[in-house]
């Protein structure tokens, strides 16, 4: 199993790993040797879609050489070019689209007789509950509270390749997620293409939700990925507030400030209000760390609109940004708009990024001297390395840190004494609550 893109789709691998494992396959992430190598594709964007052709070249080129056996593609890019991938990558075997990952014991089973396989589901379906094979950590895991987004943003592709915005039901999330705690995970990370619509559809609420995740013994930390800004309640940032297991982190992925460049983009909410909901944010949650995710060269994106967006970061210093150039996605109503060259869109990207780099810099700096309780997830028998709330995994970095006493719980405090390598370095010692609860 390969498993690119993002989280979302790293869940859909693990549940695609656990209905195989169950049906008696043996799974691995090595693909020499391999009957069958299944990739799970991201179609999201152009560098996604290059990514997942490279990888299903070099496949092919083992399956020549005798090394894997059969090739099969699921997942976005398969969902978004369903005939094209068979066309043009001959040497694949079966596709299976994002509807119908729970079919994938049967394609297998059908690709193994020799079978050429096309299985595409309803992507608008309710989404089934089923087992994952953990693959993260053994610390923290991804819970993907719904799928799909209804939101149509005009750049976005989501919506056609992941279906309609489906909550899955509370208590089947509630069950996973004890099942998850009783497997040792203290991080639950909450996703979705955006939390803040859970439960529309029933009457329930994210913040419900996420009270009873609280209740659950050995989660420590519940950390948020995804918010549209203008859902975002009073009763959501009251629970950020006061409940000390949800981290003070939130991303909130606003892609541009400009008012034009919103309304043309059909996000909801105004520049203003984007302005006001971060200043409320900080001014009710002390030491909040936010995380967002721009878009530079969108359609209508002129130099004063860019000039406006860097203004703005300097004033809000987000701790935490992707940026990312625009890129036109066939089918979308954005593609057919006006818009910067790509050689712009790529250097404002890179002026956006430069910009944010220094920020993310003096926050670092500004944490010098403080303390902070870390999630120790490495030690090499010198050095333990681990993330604090303001980490989230594989995107923030990590703090490294040096202890005395050895650490023997998940968790440690550490003081943080310097920056190295842009990364925060420091003292640690054992967690007291911690230690009481060992
Ligand atoms: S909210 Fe996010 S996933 Fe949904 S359409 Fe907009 S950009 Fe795409």
Redesign the pocket.
Known sequence: MISLGCAKNLVNAEQMMYLLEQAGYEVSGETEGADAVIVNTCGFIDAAKSEAIDVILELAEAKAAGTVGRIVVTGCLTQRYQDEVLKELPEVDAVCGTGSYDQIVSVCDRVLNGQTVKEFGDIDAPEKECGRVLTTSPLWEYIKIAEG?????A?????YI?GR?RSRPMDELVREAEGLAAQGIRELIVIA??ITRYGKERGETLAELLRRFCRIDGIRWIRLH?L?PDDITEELIDLVATEPKICKYLDI?I?HINDGILKTM??RGTGQEIRDLFARLRSRIPGLVLRTSLIAGLPGEGEEEHEELCEFLREARIERAGVFPYSPEEGTPAEKMDRPDEETARRRAESIAALQDRIMDDYNQSRVGTEVTVLVEEFDGQVYSGRSYAESPDIDGRIRFTSEETITGDFARVTITGVVDGEPFGIGMPDEEERKTL
């Open positions: 987004c209804s939101n149509r943003c750049f976005c592709v989501i919506p992941r915005y293409q955006d995804y549209y992925p892609q059909c996000r």
